[in-house]
């Protein structure tokens, strides 16, 4: 079956403690997108990236890091300077990223709490 | 980029026909519309998309009036199952995905 994955689906840290999120896709998808999750609000775009080894910052990159070393994996560092990491975290891919006409697919998400 | 608004939540019973209405007033001529469905604790699925007049697909219809400056997104015949959060997003044929913005949605709860 063709998707997205992300692993792990609950995550808990400490403050102070990097975590990286896993974002796998097996859709030959050129793009790749990370989005926040707040309750009861909208997806927030923190960062994309529309082809390997590039990406760029979205609306809150602010405390992420992200990587695109290869065309299916596209993970999400959040650090320490995220001041409230506590979320629901969202990863995305689309045919293309030139154009937002394409449908993005979306992961299961993972949620994160900082104890 | 075109602002969207649409209720912030609606109730319905099953066996209904549900019209959700997207209002996006200044939207440009290169944007179409696209409406996500999102279930609790899950990543929004894409329902359907267009540009103007009518669209449907099996899982709803998409009606769109020649001035395009709203949208109604009609599920026929809703069950419990469509109970979710549905956004209206406007975008940019021409833009990158990135410029898409997920508002907060219409938070739908569909009643026995």
């Known amino acids: 079956d063709g998707g997205i994955t992300q692993s792990p689906k609950y995550l808990f840290r400490k403050e102070g403690q990097n975590v990286t999120l896993s974002c796998e896709q097996n859709?030959?998808?050129?793009?790749m997108y990370w989005y926040r999750q707040d309750p009861g609000q909208g997806l927030r775009l923190i960062y994309y990236?529309?082809?390997?080894?590039?990406?760029q910052k979205g609306d809150i990159a602010e405390g992420y890091s992200v990587s695109r070393e290869k065309k299916e994996s596209f993970p999400l560092t959040v650090t320490s300077a995220q001041k409230n990491p506590t979320a629901f975290y969202l990863c995305?891919?689309?045919?293309?990223?030139?154009?937002?006409?394409?449908?993005?697919?979306f992961g299961p998400g993972t949620r994160l709490t900082v104890l | 980029l075109a602002k969207t608004t649409q209720p912030i939540s609606m109730d319905s019973y099953e066996g209904q026909e549900v019209n959700i209405t997207c209002s996006h007033n200044?939207?440009?001529?290169?944007?179409?519309i696209t409406w996500y469905q999102q279930f609790p604790s899950q990543g929004p699925r894409f329902i359907i998309q267009?540009?103007?007049t009518k669209v449907t697909n099996e899982v709803a219809s998409l009606f769109i009036p020649a001035d395009r400056k709203s949208s109604t997104l009609s599920l026929p015949r809703v069950s419990l199952s469509d109970t979710a959060v549905y956004y209206c997003?406007?975008?940019?044929?021409?833009?990158?995905?990135?410029?898409?913005?997920f508002g907060s949605g219409t938070r739908l709860s569909i009643r026995p």
């Open positions: 995305a891919s689309s045919p293309s990223g030139r154009s937002s006409y394409n449908e993005q697919f």
């Open positions: 859709l030959n998808h050129d793009a």
């Open positions: 990236s529309q082809i390997v080894n590039d990406f």
């Open positions: 200044n939207i440009a001529t290169n944007d179409y």
């Open positions: 267009g540009y103007k």
């Open positions: 997003l406007v975008g940019d044929l021409y833009s990158s995905a990135s410029k898409i913005i």
